[in-house]
């Protein structure tokens, strides 16, 4: 019932059937159903941006699943713990975190789990401008996503790739990571994918003065997105546009 209520974003319906939940399953001594139940009340305060409180309901469903010896849970919560460390710009801690998750899922051998969280101490290391340690972690991430056919995943992590090769200024290595991005969007007929991968190759384009290609690329996401109804990137996208038709006209 908790589960349904959360889906229907019900947040405070939510909370009240874990909480009896999990008093149940601490009356009969159940310990795998009180850090489940510990976990969903970590991720309703996530959703509400409870930071703090989210971190001590999945630091006490972690205890229990190290209680029980649940590998998998571990490396869940530890990972989410990671996220929260993340968000509040504690990246040394999540790293820490994130690194314990990754050994277990290593342990487990659930390849999947690492590339997210490969994926994830990519990120790590880009917001603190460690450019060479993030590509590292991308392409570890690139390496197993494509060994378990993520396709969608794939595509993420090429736009990455190309994001850092751009702010690296190794330009043509920045398109050729967009255009395999681009490849995988067009084969899974993922629009705005395809869209965000034209758009960071009309950036590396132009920054390459070829405004011509960059002026087609702008004009080609534009269009998609104006089709997917995503304002927020189309104000971006025409930014850039705009940015680059006036340079053509200097």
Not at 10 to 38: C, P
Not at 142 to 164: C, E, P, R, W
Not at 169 to 176: H, I, Q, R, T, V
Not at 222 to 248: F, W, Y
Request: proline residues 0%; glycine residues 6%; aromatic residues 6%.
């Amino acid at each position: 019932m908790g589960v349904l209520a959360q889906r229907r974003k019900n947040l405070e319906e939510a909370e009240k059937w874990y909480r009896e939940s999990l008093a149940i399953s601490e009356r009969v001594g159940d310990f795998d159903g009180q850090s489940i139940n510990l976990c969903h009340l970590g991720t309703i305060a996530e959703e509400r941006g409870q930071l703090e409180e989210a971190e001590r309901w999945h630091q006490r469903s972690l205890l229990l699943e190290e209680r029980v010896g649940d590998k998998y849970a571990q490396a869940s919560t530890l990972g989410r713990l990671g996220d929260i460390a993340k968000s509040s710009n504690r990246f040394q801690e999540a790293e820490n975190l994130y690194s314990r998750a990754l050994a277990l899922f290593e342990y487990l051998d659930n390849v999947e789990m690492q590339a997210i969280i490969f994926d994830r101490l990519g990120t790590i290391a880009q917001e603190q401008n460690q450019l060479e340690k993030a590509e590292q972690w991308y392409l570890k991430a690139l390496d197993a996503f494509k060994s378990v056919d993520n396709a969608d995943a794939q595509a993420t992590i090429l736009d990455n790739l190309g994001s850092l090769a751009f702010h690296q200024k190794e330009l043509e290595k920045a398109a050729e990571f967009c255009r395999q991005g681009l490849a995988i969007a067009e084969r899974i007929n993922d629009k705005k994918g395809q869209a965000t991968s034209i758009y960071n190759l009309g950036l590396a384009t132009h920054a390459q003065g070829d405004v011509v290609e960059a002026i087609r690329c702008y004009e080609h996401a534009e269009m998609l997105l104006i089709h997917l109804n995503d304002p927020e990137l189309l104000d971006v996208v025409r930014t850039a546009l705009q940015s680059c038709k006036g340079n053509k006209n200097d």
